[in-house]
């Protein structure tokens, strides 16, 4: 499976940004997405998932302004990320996971995208 990140760039505090993950492969639908990002000079954070059911799930610090979704017909994932905070300024990677039930740290993630940088100005 190959994951292809991307829609990131530069945006003010308080807009929007959608992401795009695309993925490679027959079995898509099977796949557990995640969500992760990595600030400088920080550890990889889980910011959520998308189960296959459509069924997601948060961490409390974007809970309220990110949505994830997934058209598995387009083998494609997406984060919409809204009100938008300086400290959500990352690279954001999407992941895929199998054979799990609700993985939220990076060792559990099967497949991983290159990334794509999200900058939020102040």
């Not at 610090?61 to 058209?71: A, I, L, P, Y």
Request: proline letters at 3%.
């Amino acid at each position: 499976v190959q994951l292809q990140a991307s829609g990131g760039g530069l945006v003010q505090a308080g807009g929007s940004l959608t992401l795009s993950c695309a993925a490679s492969g027959r079995a898509f639908s099977m796949y557990v997405m995640g969500w992760f990002r990595q600030a400088p000079g920080k550890e990889r954070e889980f910011v959520g998932r998308v189960m296959w059911s459509g069924g997601t799930y948060y961490v409390d610090s974007v809970k309220g302004r990110f949505t994830m979704s997934r058209d598995n017909a387009k083998n494609t994932v997406y984060l919409q990320m809204n009100s938008l905070k300086p400290e959500d300024t990352a690279v954001y990677y999407c992941a895929a996971a199998t054979g799990r039930y609700f993985p939220q740290y990076p060792h559990e993630y099967d497949y991983w995208g290159q990334g794509t940088e999200v900058t939020v100005s102040s």
